[in-house]
């Protein structure tokens, strides 16, 4: 079993930066892919980032691609999600989540275990 938290979020100006952060436990982080999904009001959940096992193989939507970075650090069980040059549109609950080796992971089915979720806000 897995259990993630996210942290991190709250209200930014457009064009301004966050990090999120999701803290997991469970000896299975070591053998997951991480990815973060987002999901506005009345908007189905959506692919934002996911990052291999060892790091070493990222992927993003078109949509974040170029300013966001996710970024692992398996030493602390914490996968992250640097965002800049933040707009209006990015405005969502994003969810980090736990899904089995050998995968992208851009569809939520893809994976296992979820996060509550963080609000993030950005102001125009």
């Known amino acids: 079993q897995v259990q993630l938290v996210e942290s991190g979020g709250g209200l930014v100006q457009a064009g301004g930066s966050l990090r999120l952060s999701c803290a997991a436990s469970?000896?299975?982080?070591?053998?997951?892919?991480m990815g973060w999904f987002r999901q506005a009001p009345g908007k189905e959940r959506d692919f934002v980032a996911s990052i291999s096992w060892s790091g070493r193989n990222t992927y993003y939507s078109d949509s974040v691609n170029d300013r966001f970075t996710i970024s692992r650090d398996n030493t602390k069980n914490t996968v992250y999600l640097q965002m800049n040059s933040l707009k209006p549109e990015d405005t969502a609950v994003y969810y980090c989540?736990?899904?089995?080796?050998?995968?992208?992971?851009?569809?939520?089915?893809?994976?296992?275990?979820w996060g509550q979720g963080t609000q993030v806000t950005v102001s125009s």
């Open positions: 989540a736990a899904g089995p080796l050998g995968r992208i992971g851009r569809m939520a089915g893809e994976y296992d275990y």
């Open positions: 469970g000896r299975q982080f070591m053998n997951s892919i």
